[in-house]
């Protein structure tokens, strides 16, 4: 995977959802928490402009989010549709429910795109291979 064609999209990243007192704050917690949403996204964004990413030529976009199974399915499926090369990471998105994460990630990203937690997605941006990455991705 080459960083210099690769751009890393968050979707929904506002108040509503992150903070408390958020309007669908509360719905979406437990799932973040579970996921380390927010850290994880944090560390693949630093990483991902560290390698390189963000640039003109964008071959392959790397999805996280909010809503797992609405704005980044969609996104994820219009991406796809454009010929892009869509990464949908795991550990970077949340929704209402741990079972419609489950379902999203199980039965809907593999048709449209690479599902891979963010440390797997830095180790490929980076040419290291996943094997030797340890992390809290999704299990599933």
Do not use: W
């Given at each position: 995977?080459?960083?210099?064609?690769?751009?890393?999209?968050?979707?929904?990243?506002?108040?509503?959802?992150?903070?408390?007192?958020?309007?669908?704050?509360?719905?979406?917690?437990?799932?973040?928490?579970?996921?380390?949403?927010?850290?994880?996204?944090?560390?693949?964004?630093?990483?991902?402009?560290?390698?390189?990413?963000?640039?003109?030529?964008?071959?392959?976009?790397?999805?996280?989010g909010f809503?797992?199974?609405?704005?980044?399915?969609?996104?994820?499926?219009?991406?796809?549709?454009?010929?892009?090369?869509?990464?949908?990471?795991?550990?970077?998105?949340?929704?209402?429910?741990?079972?419609?994460?489950?379902?999203?990630?199980?039965?809907?990203?593999?048709?449209?795109?690479?599902?891979?937690?963010?440390?797997?997605?830095?180790?490929?941006?980076?040419?290291?291979?996943a094997a030797?990455?340890?992390?809290?991705?999704?299990?599933?």
């Open positions: 995977m080459d960083p210099k064609t690769t751009a890393v999209v968050l979707i929904e990243y506002q108040n509503d959802f992150t903070s408390e007192g958020g309007s669908l704050h509360d719905a979406v917690k437990g799932v973040m928490e579970q996921e380390h949403m927010l850290p994880n996204s944090v560390e693949t964004v630093e990483k991902a402009r560290e390698l390189g990413a963000r640039s003109r030529g964008i071959t392959t976009i790397a999805l996280g809503l797992t199974n609405c704005c980044v399915e969609s996104t994820m499926r219009t991406g796809y549709e454009k010929g892009f090369e869509v990464i949908t990471l795991k550990d970077c998105t949340a929704t209402l429910s741990e079972e419609e994460q489950r379902l999203a990630v199980e039965k809907n990203y593999p048709m449209f795109s690479r599902p891979m937690d963010h440390n797997e997605f830095i180790a490929k941006l980076s040419g290291i291979e030797e990455t340890t992390g809290r991705g999704y299990s599933g």
